[in-house]
């Protein structure tokens, strides 16, 4: 199974940018997606994740101007972020949990930049 995000680049604060992560290869179902990210010398933290069904989870900080979502039949999830802000700047990473007939297991993408100017 691979993640492979996209997306990513330079936005001058206040701007947009929309990120793409679709998973490829032995893939029955997939749970839970989401999109992290690590700004530098920091923890990476937990930006949005979307169930399955569609329910959505936000970090406070994003809340009101990044929306996740996912398209099942292409097993894509999107992060559209909006307003960004300098302190957006970090490597954003996608997850998902899939389900391949025997096991669920947990994969990260390669990571994608965002850097926002002030």
């Known amino acids: 199974v691979q993640l492979q995000a996209s997306g990513g680049g330079l936005a001058q604060a206040g701007g947009s940018l929309r990120l793409s992560c679709a998973a490829s290869g032995s893939i029955f179902s997939i749970n839970d997606m989401g999109w992290y990210r690590q700004a530098p010398g920091k923890q990476r933290e937990l930006v949005a994740t979307?169930?399955?069904?569609?329910?959505?989870n936000y970090a406070d900080s994003v809340k009101g101007r990044f929306t996740i979502s996912r398209d099942n039949a292409k097993n894509t999830v999107y992060l559209q972020m909006n307003s960004l802000k300098p302190e957006d700047t970090a490597v954003y990473y996608c997850?998902?949990?899939?389900?391949?007939?025997?096991?669920?297991?947990?994969?990260w993408g390669q990571g994608t930049l965002v850097t926002v100017s002030s």
């Open positions: 979307i169930t399955s069904g569609g329910s959505t």
């Open positions: 997850y998902a949990k899939i389900y391949n007939q025997v096991t669920i297991n947990g994969y």
